[in-house]
């Protein structure tokens, strides 16, 4: 019997590192009945933190899937769960949950705050209009502040931040919540380890906020349609419990504004009435667009509706490799229904698939199933060929639905392994872990013949090394860390190329007249420009030099960094009947490329981090001395509960080891923060010594 969507939830948790994401995953699967007991991160028994490294360090690598199944009304509410980390290294696992999920909830410490990874996944949740509640976790902390935190919500995030709930008490005299929308309170019963929860009457001291709040609310809500705003004008109690989930509702979905609760998930409390609120505020898949995708064969936009009888159509959001049953794909199914054992089309490659089993996962643990229809989340095996973003489809209605996109690495790390026996299984291991993840990246240097391995920073790395070590059992010497630089140029260079080889028999020949000159702002890649006229190149050789391009931009003149934008403007040219060909204009585009860029002014570019320090009063003017020295811009400084809070720019050439030396300067009491900004100019005299260290000469 298939299942009725509108009970059905496809959620994220999102937070800054530490905000509690896996302790509050870890209370829903234990209030929900899937846990008998409770894991803690600190002990290293967290279901959704499987992984060894995850145990060992405390911090969630991986986004894990979990389906659990909640009553609210005498309702039945399938909730399909992905638990995303926190830290920026691994900001490519909250991209590619964001981009299929349907709401999520986003967390902040009530101490913290709106902290910098805070604004990194909802401005990634923006881009994929996904609605969000906010849960404002660790009440019982020294130093919580729920009302702060609502309006930094606000301040910061841009987010009409309603609180649908407000704390009993704080700190630790924290021990339940007054709901607004009802009016009533509720406290939780220590000892039945949060599983119990009573209702009691509001803290006198608490009337009077409650009620100006609660009308607060019915006013905001009233103001959502003109029928509730004559209600509220004759009497304001006259509008419903319903009548205010219904707007609240709306709201949320159309992003016009994000509902907080509060509670404590180490504590046990307020977890319940999140799930709750999960099921009253977010949306089911049929309260989501229908997705919109492009018909290979017709080039025409179709869409796919969130409805069992459409043609099947589902997104690859994750490759995994799992020990007992081999590579797996996390995929979301938009619309149709899949059987196991049957084909499907990989519209991205062109390729037919079999998906011999489906799964339902909970965190590294499955359950087989029979058949997975829309709106709903699952893991295949038996596939070929499948990547992260890969669109599935019914073979007889292609549809491509719109990957997605991931950010550069900015870190890289040569390695090769301890003995000759392994150096095979290093490929084959690094080749898995590159699949898994986009934002790995290895290549194979052409000068050294070392192998490269790039990232998103020193832990990914680190983590990626690590996993090598134990999954794949491949001992890796490791060379020093080196920073991804890229180059632009700053002129426009106008040059003519004729590329000629004769060789007896058919000779080679390309001629072509073209500027080069730096991209148009905003964008990247290669902007190729064809202003050929009268057929002087013919049109089939015209991909041909656009080809030649691109794949020289790989590589600068300056120190082999690639160029991560350039116009090329394609004039004129001319050919020869006999001896030109696409592969002439190809090599007449690279060489006519890398004579032009040494006019071109090259110059090179280096990864900006955005950094925020959290210390106590006393070290600010040594983190400040420490972030000059190393090169950085100070943004500000702002007080948080008896902390100051450094923000700066730095260059990620001078960050190497800087939590280390953070914790020297500031005796461990300082922690910090770091994400990728920009790339900027780098400063002459270091360029200079990036260049003498490749190539042992002067620039």
């Known amino acids: 019997m298939a299942r009725d969507l509108r009970y059905t939830r496809n959620i994220g948790i999102m937070a800054h590192i530490d905000a509690g994401k896996t302790t509050t995953t870890e209370r829903i699967l234990f209030y929900t009945g899937v846990n008998y007991r409770l894991g803690e991160v600190h002990d290293g028994a967290a279901t959704m933190d499987w992984m060894v490294q995850e145990q060992e360090r405390g911090i969630t690598i991986s986004s894990a899937a979990t389906t659990t199944f909640w009553n609210y009304r005498d309702n039945q509410y399938k909730i399909n769960i992905i638990d995303t980390p926190g830290h920026v290294d691994f900001t490519v696992e909250v991209e590619r949950s964001l981009r299929v999920l349907d709401g999520a909830i986003a967390l902040f410490c009530a101490v913290g705050g709106v902290e910098p990874q805070s604004e990194t996944v909802w401005r990634q949740a923006d881009k994929y209009k996904v609605p969000r509640i906010s849960f404002i976790n660790k009440m019982d902390r020294a130093g919580a502040d729920f009302f702060s935190v609502v309006s930094k919500i606000k301040e910061r995030l841009g987010m009409n931040a309603v609180p649908v709930q407000i704390p009993i008490g704080s700190e630790e005299n924290f021990r339940g919540v007054v709901d607004l929308i009802t009016g009533k309170a509720y406290e939780w019963e220590e000892q039945s380890l949060g599983m119990i929860f009573n209702e009691v009457p509001v803290p006198d001291d608490m009337r009077e906020t409650v009620k100006d709040l609660r009308l607060q609310l019915i006013e905001g809500c009233a103001e959502e ?41 180490f504590k046990n409390k307020g977890v319940q009435l999140l799930l709750d609120s999960v099921a009253k505020f977010l949306p089911s898949p049929l309260e989501i667009d229908a997705v919109a995708g492009i018909n290979p064969k017709t080039e025409k936009e179709e869409l796919r509706h969130p409805d069992a009888k459409e043609p099947f159509a589902a997104l690859a959001f994750k490759i995994a ?33 079999r998906i011999s089993r489906i799964l339902q996962m909970h965190a590294n643990k499955q359950n087989p199933i029979e058949r997975i229809e829309a709106g709903d989340i699952g893991a295949a095996v038996g596939f070929k060929e499948i990547h992260t973003g890969d669109t599935l489809c019914d073979e007889k209605h292609p549809v491509l639905l719109e990957s997605m996109t991931f950010p550069d690495p900015v870190i890289a790390v040569a390695v090769e392994p301890r003995t000759q026996a392994d150096v095979d299984k290093l490929s084959m291991a690094l080749g898995k872990l590159a699949e898994e993840d986009p934002t790995f990246k290895v290549k194979v240097d052409a000068d050294s013949g070392q192998t490269v391995i790039s990232g998103m920073g020193e832990l990914h790395l680190e983590i990626l090394v690590d996993r090598l070590k134990r999954e794949f059992k491949v001992e890796c010497n490791q060379g020093a860390p080196q920073v991804a630089y890229k180059e632009a140029i700053t002129k426009t260079v106008h040059h003519r190329e004729v590329y000629k080889k004769q060789t007896g028999g058919r000779g080679k020949f390309a001629d072509i007249v073209f500027e080069i000159s730096p991209a148009d702002e905003g ?5 190729f420009i064809d202003e050929v006229k009268g057929g002087n190149i013919p049109r089939e050789y015209i991909p041909s030099v656009e080809k030649g391009f691109r794949m020289a931009m790989q590589n600068g003149v300056l120190a082999g960094y690639p160029l991560d934008s350039l116009k090329v403007r394609l004039i004129d040219g001319s050919y020869h009947p006999v001896d030109s060909d696409s592969l002439s204009f190809e090599l007449a585009a690279k060489i006519g490329y890398k004579t032009a860029c040494k006019k071109a002014g090259s110059l090179l570019l280096e990864p900006i981090m955005k950094l925020e ?27 948080r509960a008896n902390l100051q809070v450094v923000d700066a720019q730095v260059p990620l050439s001078e960050m190497f080891g800087y939590v280390t030396s953070l914790r020297t300067l500031t005796s461990g009491r300082a922690t910090s923060t770091m994400e990728f900004s920009h790339y900027e100019e780098t400063p002459k005299n270091i360029a200079d010594d990036v260049i003498f260290k490749l190539f042992g000469v002067k620039a």
Do not use: W
Not at 330 to 348: D, H, K, M, Q
Not at 523 to 527: A, H, R
Not at 613 to 639: A, Q
């Open 523 to 527: 964008l990247t890649g290669l902007q």
């Open 321 to 353: 490799t799992d020990p007992y049953v081999g590579r797996l794909c996390f995929f979301r199914v938009y619309s149709g229904t899949l059987e196991s054992g049957s084909y499907v089309l990989n519209a991205s490659t062109g390729k037919k698939e």
């Open 225 to 265: 349609s003109e029928e509730m705003l004559e209600k509220f004008m004759e009497d304001p109690n006259s509008i419903s419990e319903e009548e205010m989930i219904a707007i609240i509702r709306k709201a949320t979905i159309d992003l016009k504004i994000s509902p907080v609760l509060c509670g404590s998930s």
């Open 613 to 639: 320090v959290v210390t106590p009063d006393e070290y600010v003017g040594d983190v400040v001395g420490d972030i000059n020295r190393r090169r950085g811009h100070l943004k500000g400084i702002s007080s």
